[in-house]
């Protein structure tokens, strides 16, 4: 009688699927945790895949390469990108060793006309003479001799 009861019981439960695929781990967590295979996509890229994110040459079409922003000759041609000449520091050109602050004209050619001072991108001087030329403002305003705000 046991036996039939084993059988009853066995064969009265519907077979999950899961009970086909392997055991899940105790605690309920998902079999790709600990078994080490991971949850991101497997598949091969297509061909159309653009492959978005950092670098490289994907996004969004008609950006990047030398024709990406729509400028072409009228050849049809792309055109090539003009970069505007490098600026060179005018102090290392003239040998300036110091910058006075007692030369407020030459200092208010580096300041904007609120009174601010212009930065290296802009005027074109090297690092060294940048430090300089913005002591030499400050002192310049602090004995002053030329406004902190131009009014």
Do not use: W
Request: proline letters at 8%; glycine letters at 14%.
């Amino acid at each position: 009688m046991n036996e039939n009861m084993s059988n009853l019981e066995t064969s009265s439960r519907p077979q999950s699927p899961a009970s086909t695929e392997a055991p899940r781990p105790r605690g309920g967590r998902p079999a790709y945790r600990g078994s080490g295979e991971s949850m991101r996509h497997t598949e091969e890229p297509s061909g159309d895949d653009r492959g978005g994110g950092r670098g490289g040459y994907g996004g969004r079409p008609g950006a990047g390469g030398p024709a990406g922003r729509g400028r072409t000759s009228p050849a049809g041609a792309p055109q090539r990108r003009r970069f505007p000449r490098r600026k060179v520091c005018r102090f290392c050109v003239d040998h300036v060793h110091y910058i006075d602050f007692k030369n407020y004209r030459l200092l208010r050619e580096f300041l904007t006309e609120r009174g601010k001072i212009m930065p290296r991108r802009i005027t074109g001087t090297c690092a060294f003479h940048q430090r300089m030329l913005t002591t030499a403002i400050k002192r310049a305003r602090t004995m002053a001799l030329i406004s902190f705000v131009h009014r």
